[in-house]
């Protein structure tokens, strides 16, 4: 069990540029979520895959904001046309188990800063 | 609609004292209850869980028990420790999958 990876884990990026994230699971969860975190604030939910199936997502994750899982495995998440409010850190979690009580297992995060 | 409230922080206590983070939560149904660790350079760890009224959960001396009555899940621990500094952060999960978290509480216990 190597744990939830991100790569990269930081990123800075001219306003308007586009940037993507990749988060790989803890091996063998089928659950997948992003979420994103503001300076003294806790994560706000993002979106949740279950294998390659996007099924749910916030009304944050605005028209710019892309995610895939494509089999199933490692996710992307893609910010097009990037915005300084875009900067934060964007935090990548898994889960085992078909019930909402199994335990969402973070990775270390990526920061973004947009200049 | 769902949120979580936690006691604003930063919170110092001196090693040995008895710690308490308030968290209360709204939410439709019966969440599970969580608290989150996040230590100085390093992601969220899960500290403890509770999924249904009256029930404790608990975790390297620390507990926190769900308390339906009140929407309360608070964070107590008998005898902090230096290495307990860290940022504290209480969620629950509803409706969805979705965790739904507190703006988190930073606790400094000095020696």
């Known amino acids: 069990d190597t744990g939830v990876s991100q790569d990269p884990r930081h990123k800075i990026t001219k306003r308007g540029q586009n940037v993507t994230f990749r988060c790989d699971p803890i091996?063998?969860?089928?659950?997948l979520y992003w979420y994103r975190q503001t300076l003294g604030q806790g994560p706000e939910f993002l979106t949740y895959?279950?294998?390659?199936?996007?099924?749910?997502k916030s009304r944050l994750l605005s028209d710019r904001f892309s995610a895939e899982r494509p089999k199933g495995s490692f996710s992307t998440l893609e910010i097009q046309r990037t915005e300084q409010g875009d900067s934060a850190m964007y935090l990548c979690?898994?889960?085992?188990?078909?019930?909402?009580?199994?335990?969402?297992?973070f990775g270390p995060g990526t920061r973004l800063t947009v200049t | 609609g769902n949120s979580v409230t936690q006691m604003e922080g930063p919170v110092t206590l001196s090693e040995e004292a008895f710690l308490t983070i308030n968290c209360t939560y709204t939410?439709?149904?019966?969440?599970?209850l969580f608290w989150y660790v996040q230590y100085p350079g390093e992601g969220l760890q899960l500290l403890l869980k509770?999924?249904?009224?009256?029930d404790k959960g608990s975790n390297k001396g620390f507990e926190a028990t769900y308390r339906k009555e009140t929407t309360s899940f608070h964070l107590e621990k008998g005898s902090v420790q230096v290495s307990d500094s860290a940022v504290y952060f209480c969620?629950?999960?509803?409706?969805?999958?979705?965790?739904?978290f507190g703006k988190g509480t930073k606790l400094t216990v000095n020696p």
């Open positions: 979690a898994s889960s085992l188990g078909q019930t909402r009580s199994y335990e969402q297992y």
């Open positions: 091996s063998e969860h089928n659950r």
């Open positions: 895959f279950q294998n390659e199936a996007q099924l749910e």
């Open positions: 939410a439709t149904g019966y969440p599970s």
């Open positions: 509770a999924t249904k009224a009256d």
């Open positions: 969620a629950h999960q509803g409706g969805s999958e979705k965790l739904v």
